[in-house]
T-cell receptor, first 113, second 114 residues
Framework: GENVEQHPSTLSVQEGDSAVIKCTYS??????FPWYKQELGKRPQLIID?????GEKKDQRIAVTLNKTAKHFSLHITETQPEDSAVYFC????????????FGTGTRLTIIP | DTEVTQTPKHLVMGMTNKKSLKCEQH?????MYWYKQKAKKPPELMFV???????INESVPSRFSPECPNSSLLNLHLHALQPEDSALYLC?????????????FGPGTRLTVL
């Protein structure tokens, strides 16, 4: 089955600086890679996703890059703000997400004002 | 309506009780999911329903019994649970086609087994 590794497990960043979280996956059949943000006591919410036929995707301050050959993908958050503080999970899925999502272990991001 | 709703928000039950968790969506999604999330851990998939049929069971113990009465509803029946089953149970839904990828999560039911 799929195995997703995520690093780092915790990350503290000064407000305004950039944050990068990295994930690797094992199953070459995975073709959909979402990133979820989960605030304390809340539901996971999708912040950005990418399909395997795309190398990079950007949405305002958030970007995701995918290297299919190396089986790794990364989340980049620029100009970080206090409200970016949360746990971030990467995930991988075959069948474009309409099947099992295998999550990474999570990164607790803290933005220091 | 672009939300997945879950009831109850909190549930405390004894090991001999029978209870049910409920999930509802009105987005016309045809795939629905149950995940279990322990504290400080990622969600772990339990079951997937696709077009109201069980398509994936991640070797979940039989004390958890899913049910999909129709395309908008998903239940999880609980019986003879163990204290280690205490967790946040998340329901999610997605379109169920190659056009729609996002899995929308409900707020979860926080279950405590005494």
């Amino acid at each position: 089955g799929e195995n997703v590794e995520q690093h780092p497990s915790t990350l503290s960043v000064q407000e305004g600086d950039s944050a990068v979280i990295k994930c690797t996956y094992s199953d070459s059949a995975s073709n959909y890679f979402p990133w979820y943000k989960q605030e304390l006591g809340k539901r996971p919410q999708l912040i950005i996703d990418i399909r395997s036929n795309v190398g990079e995707k950007k949405d305002q301050r958030i970007a995701v890059t995918l290297n299919k050959t190396a089986k790794h993908f990364s989340l980049h958050i620029t100009e970080t703000q206090p409200e970016d503080s949360a746990v971030y999970f990467c995930a991988a899925s075959p069948n474009f997400g309409n099947e099992k999502l295998t999550f990474g272990t999570g990164t607790r991001l803290t933005i220091i004002p | 309506d672009t939300e997945v709703t879950q009831t109850p928000k909190h549930l405390v039950m004894g090991m001999t009780n029978k209870k049910s968790l409920k999930c509802e969506q009105h987005m016309g999604h045809r795939a629905m999911y149950w995940y279990k999330q322990k504290a400080k851990k990622p969600p772990e998939l339990m079951f997937v329903y696709s077009y109201e049929k069980l398509s994936i069971n991640e070797s979940v113990p039989s004390r958890f019994s899913p049910e999909c009465p129709n395309s908008s509803l998903l239940n999880l029946h609980l019986h003879a649970l163990q204290p280690e089953d205490s967790a946040l149970y998340l329901c999610a839904s997605s379109q169920g086609s190659s056009r729609g990828n996002e899995q929308f999560f409900g707020p979860g039911t926080r279950l405590t087994v005494l």
